[in-house]
């Protein structure tokens, strides 16, 4: 299957800090991709769905001036959570459609685990 | 209000047996089905995705789909230590403004004992 890659998979930054993410296809191209932040013992949660070339579709409830993504090339998207606090603290995950019909499989990267103190 | 119902478990079988996993959605215009099994502390995987009434086999696991009742089920035969899990449902859903999403069920943690 299409491989997607996340860096870094972890990360421990102070209240306040900014801290950026990015999600890879590496064997495809991917149009969309989608970010999801899990939280213990619950299930992913979307957050904003990421097209190549325009804006982000952010979900309900989530601030899009806090998580700022960019979705610059058709193999690279990135977010960035701003002025983290403690709750932020989470398993942020990205995945891709490696097709263009939104019946395609969404493959996931392998997440990125972020503390913030 | 679309959603995705999975019995969170866990659910506990001995090695060898079969593990019957089930989910339903609300929604009965859903055209794509996708069972994800997640290890702890991991992203999801994907096992199966499955489009059309019926069954379709993939080695121990069998996915079974019945869109009049709005329910999908995974079959794992022959289960193993190695298949204990968090396995996750998802369904992909039709907005109004013609976009879609994938709604994830909670997941049904599996305990596969030797």
């Known amino acids: 299957g299409a491989v997607v890659s996340q860096h870094p998979s972890w990360v421990i930054c102070k209240s306040g800090t900014s801290v950026k993410i990015e999600c890879r296809s590496l064997d495809f191209q991917a149009t969309t991709m989608f970010w999801y932040r899990q939280f213990p013992k619950q299930s992913l949660m979307l957050m904003a769905t990421s097209n190549e070339g325009s804006k982000a579709t952010y979900e309900q409830g989530v601030e899009k001036d806090k998580f700022l993504i960019n979705h610059a090339s058709l193999t690279l998207s990135t977010l960035t959570v701003t002025s983290a606090h403690p709750e932020d603290s989470s398993f942020y995950i990205c995945?891709?459609?490696?097709?263009?019909?939104?019946?395609?499989?969404?493959?996931f990267g392998p997440g990125t685990r972020l503390t913030v103190l | 209000q679309k959603e995705v119902e999975q019995n969170s478990g866990p659910l506990s079988v001995p090695e060898g047996a079969i593990a019957s996993l089930n989910c339903t959605y609300s929604d009965r215009g859903s055209q794509s089905f996708f069972w994800y099994r997640q290890y702890s502390g991991k992203s999801p995987e994907l096992i199966m995705s499955?489009?059309?009434?019926g069954d379709k086999e993939d080695g121990r696991f069998t996915a079974q789909l019945n869109k009049a009742s709005q329910y999908v089920s995974l079959l794992i035969r022959d289960s193993q230590p190695s298949d204990s899990a968090t396995y996750l449902c998802a369904v992909n859903f039709l907005f109004s403004g013609g976009y879609n999403k994938l709604i994830f069920g909670a997941g049904t943690r599996l305990a596969v004992h030797p």
């Open positions: 499955i489009y059309s009434n």
């Open positions: 995945s891709a459609n490696e097709g263009l019909s939104w019946e395609d499989t969404q493959y």
